[in-house]
């Protein structure tokens, strides 16, 4: 399997734009999560879905950031409109059941 | 709410040196807990997991670690460190502890190593 994919690697963006970030999960695996890291508040997690039905945002830090899951492969964070202060590495990762969370490779968002 | 502490932000360690990283966390019942590890500019890889049973877990690269109820304590351990160990080490425990939940993340320990 290829593992998580995200896309883009890298996103530099100016404060007013709109940034999408995507995320392919783990074939099979029906737990998708979004995860944010940065230097300040370290990990935090986002939002998590289960069959594609988000279960938990509590951690979406405001009305700007949404997240959607349309299919069972494909899952979108987006940021309208970005501010300086987004600017951190966001990680998708995916599991199945009670198993372990596979992460991907980050996106790295740098708003001007 | 469960958490994670991770006391030591960083370590430096002697190649061919023993290494422990220590991780505490709160948490009411019994855990789910993990250790990953990031390389600079990577995403984060399991290095090994507690769940149940035997509560000295061997995992990835060498790594093993004891999950400790009496100290909440899930420190991880290596008997012999590489030059390729260095990077940032995280502790995290499932908020549910029932591997139904997300992770919560201790703040990381950056090991460096000494040749």
């Known amino acids: 399997d290829a593992g998580v994919i995200q896309s883009p690697r890298h996103e530099v963006t100016e404060m007013g734009q709109e940034v999408t970030l995507r995320c392919k999960p783990i074939s099979g695996h029906d737990y998708l999560f979004w995860y944010r890291q940065t230097m300040m508040r370290g990990l935090e997690l986002l939002i998590y879905f289960n069959n594609n039905v988000p279960i938990d945002d509590s951690g979406m830090p405001e009305d700007r950031f949404s997240a959607k899951m349309p299919n069972a492969s494909f899952s979108t964070l987006k940021i309208q409109p970005s501010e300086p202060r987004d600017s951190a590495v966001y990680f998708c990762?995916?599991?199945?059941?009670?198993?372990?969370?596979?992460f991907g490779p980050g996106t790295r968002l740098l708003v001007l | 709410a469960q958490s994670v502490t991770q006391p030591d932000i960083h370590i430096t360690v002697s190649e061919g040196a023993s290494l422990e990283l220590r991780c505490n966390y709160s948490y009411g019942a019994t855990p789910y807990l993990f250790w990953y590890v990031q390389s600079p500019g990577q995403g984060l890889q399991l290095l090994l997991k507690?769940?149940?049973?035997?509560?000295l877990v061997q995992g990835i690269k060498g790594f093993e670690a004891e999950f400790k109820r009496s100290q909440s304590s899930f420190n991880l351990r290596k008997p012999s460190v590489h030059w390729s160990d260095a990077a940032e080490y995280f502790c995290a425990v499932d908020r549910s502890g029932g591997g139904a939940d997300g992770l919560t993340f201790g703040k990381g320990t950056h090991l460096i190593i000494q040749p």
């Open positions: 990762a995916s599991r199945t059941g009670g198993e372990t969370q596979y």
């Open positions: 507690y769940f149940s049973g035997d509560t």
